[in-house]
């Protein structure tokens, strides 16, 4: 499956628009607070990659449930809540393409 945040793939065209799919992912384990400030954001930026990567997940699983073989468009938004939970939620158009 192909992912990609322009609206276009080079050397494919669009056949169909199959709907909206989105992916979302909250860390359920609170990040431990240090008062080393350099643990605290490699804790963040581990936290991250690794929601980061379930949201993408689901993002491709509902897109294969519309039958899609790329999703384009794609919009990833990122917060930090002050309880320090990261949520992550990615948005994208499903679309069927073929090879130019």
């Known amino acids: 499956m ?4 322009t609206n276009s793939i080079e050397g ?13 992912s909250v860390n359920m384990q609170k990040m431990k607070m ?3 400030i350099q ?3 490699a804790g963040i930026s581990e936290s991250i990659s690794e929601v980061k990567e379930k949201a993408f997940q689901e993002l491709k699983d509902n897109a294969n449930k519309l039958n899609a073989n790329a999703v384009v ?3 990833v938004d990122i ?3 002050t ?5 992550v939620t990615i948005t ?6 073929i090879k130019k």
């Open 2 to 5: 192909i992912l990609t945040t």
């Open 12 to 24: 494919f065209s669009i056949a169909e628009y199959l709907g909206i799919v989105s992916g979302i």
């Open 34 to 36: 240090t008062f080393n």
């Open 39 to 41: 643990k605290y954001y």
């Open 73 to 75: 468009g794609i919009n």
């Open 79 to 81: 917060e930090l809540t």
């Open 83 to 87: 309880s320090n939970y990261v949520t």
């Open 92 to 97: 994208g158009t499903a679309v069927s393409i």
